[in-house]
């Protein structure tokens, strides 16, 4: 994953540690998955037990780069606002201090003169 934003340099690890609560969110998943999975296979398809635990084992594997991806994305949203045209905020963020800088510079020119 990026450490920060290519774009803004936002830093995405807030602190040392910040993505360990990510562990949480993923125990979530992982746990939603094998519910919904155990909810369907007693509903339509009723296999050995078994080949149920085999089924859900492999699929925590197969699954395991997305679900610590999807983890740490739903982490961090929770904790950042990350607007997706931070390109464009950066580039107005910009023009305005720069406006701002030369709004500051003429009052000091004109004390300069009193
Ligand atoms: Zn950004």
Redesign the pocket.
């Known amino acids: 994953m990026n450490k920060s934003?290519s774009?803004?340099n936002?830093t995405f690890e807030k602190e040392v540690g910040f993505f360990y609560g990510a562990m949480y969110v993923s125990y979530g998943l992982t746990s939603g998955f094998f519910i919904i999975a155990y909810v369907l296979d007693a509903l339509f398809f009723q296999v050995k037990v078994q080949y149920l635990i085999a089924f859900l084992v492999l699929s925590f594997v197969v699954l395991m780069p997305i679900t610590y991806r999807l983890a740490r994305l739903i982490w961090m949203n929770i904790f950042y606002a990350?607007?997706p045209n931070?390109k464009n905020r950066l580039m107005e963020e910009t023009i305005l201090a720069e406006s701002q800088m030369t709004h500051q510079e003429n009052p000091k020119e004109s004390k300069k003169f009193d």
Do not use: A, G, R
Request: overall charge negative.
């Open positions: 934003c774009t803004c936002l990350h607007d931070c």
